[in-house]
């Protein structure tokens, strides 16, 4: 028995003398864990490259350094919460292999973070809360998502010109039914400026290269006149109901109208002053000739 207690009593003075060390080594084990679980925990979350670890992505890598994206890292867009980490960590243990989980962080999730970077975008044509058009009208007031209207080819979100028909069935284009695909909705509509309706008149030009840029009307947008939904042209009415409302009062146009006349009998689409010239081969066709300039008296 007494030779026990002096066992016992020198491995107690043994524990006395290397606690010291013990608590020592559990400190830095825990500072050194620490460190490295926080450099690891930032590397997954930072680090590009930590996503082609797992992932037989060497394509989708390449596309995503030659896109507009890559200086943004692909932790910003694609995640995994506590779970999800779990869950890949332990089947990744257990089977080697964690392509039979479903990477949910892959496919919808960076649609609902495009809105963090892309704010200013997303808020153009914002007018009031009751009354926007473009991607303030779409997102804030439809609260229609990305996806919805952006294709997704990789790293690539193009505008879907298809998806318009989703909810526009009903607008035809240039007059002509929707589904004879004339003319795309985007070839009109611009999303990513600030004008009117979304419609920039240098869209119009470009097809009707023959519209004259200077002149009567020429600082008007195209679609005050012509209505592309409906019938791409417009009528003589059309001048009097939107605009010219007491022009048949000025100088001779009551006289003329009263005789039946119409506004686009005398004045020609995208020059309408009647000039002399014009008026030498027009006004004969009823009556002898009369200098225009004397019309509006």
Same mark, same amino acid.
Do not use: P, W
């Given at each position: 028995m007494h030779k026990r207690k002096k066992l016992v009593d020198l491995i107690i003075d043994c524990l006395e003398e290397i606690k010291g060390f013990i608590l020592a080594a559990v400190v830095i084990i825990a500072v050194l864990g620490a460190v490295v679980g926080?450099?690891?925990?930032?590397?997954? =979350?930072? /680090?590009p490259h930590y996503c082609s670890s797992c992932h037989l992505m060497k394509e989708a890598f390449v596309e995503w350094e030659k896109g507009k994206h890559r200086?943004?890292?692909? =932790?910003?867009?694609?995640?995994?919460?506590?779970? /999800? =980490?779990? =869950?890949?960590?332990?089947?990744?243990v257990v089977k080697g292999d964690n392509k039979q989980i479903s990477q949910t962080h892959g496919r919808e999730k960076p649609w609902k973070e495009c809105k963090k970077c892309h704010?200013? /975008?997303?808020?153009?044509?914002?007018?009031?809360?009751?009354?926007?058009?473009?991607?303030?009208?779409?997102?804030?007031m439809e609260r229609i998502g990305c996806d919805k209207c952006h294709t997704r080819n990789m790293h690539n979100f193009k505008p879907n010109e298809d998806a318009c028909e989703t909810c526009h069935s009903d607008k035809g284009v240039h007059g002509v039914a929707f589904c004879l695909k004339v003319v795309s909705c985007l070839k009109c509509h611009s999303f990513s400026e600030n004008t009117p309706a979304m419609i920039p008149k240098g869209r119009c030009i470009k097809c009707h290269s023959n519209v004259p840029s200077k002149g009567s009307m020429s600082s008007?947008?195209?679609h005050q006149c012509h209505k592309p939904h409906g019938k791409a042209g417009y009528t003589s009415d059309t001048c009097i109901s939107e605009c010219h409302r007491n022009e048949a009062t000025v100088g001779q146009h009551d006289l003329h109208?009263?005789?039946g006349l119409k506004c686009l009998d005398c004045h020609k689409p995208h020059s309408w002053v009647v000039g002399q010239q014009m008026a030498k081969t027009l006004c004969i066709r009823c009556h002898s000739f009369k200098d225009p300039r004397l019309f509006i008296y």
């Open positions: 926080y450099r690891y925990y930032r590397y997954t =979350q930072d /680090e200086d943004i890292v692909c =932790q910003t867009c694609h995640y995994l919460n506590i779970l /999800e =980490q779990n =869950q890949l960590l332990i089947t990744y704010i200013d /975008e997303a808020s153009q044509g914002s007018l009031t809360l009751r009354k926007s058009y473009g991607h303030a009208k779409h997102v804030f008007l947008l195209c109208m009263g005789k």
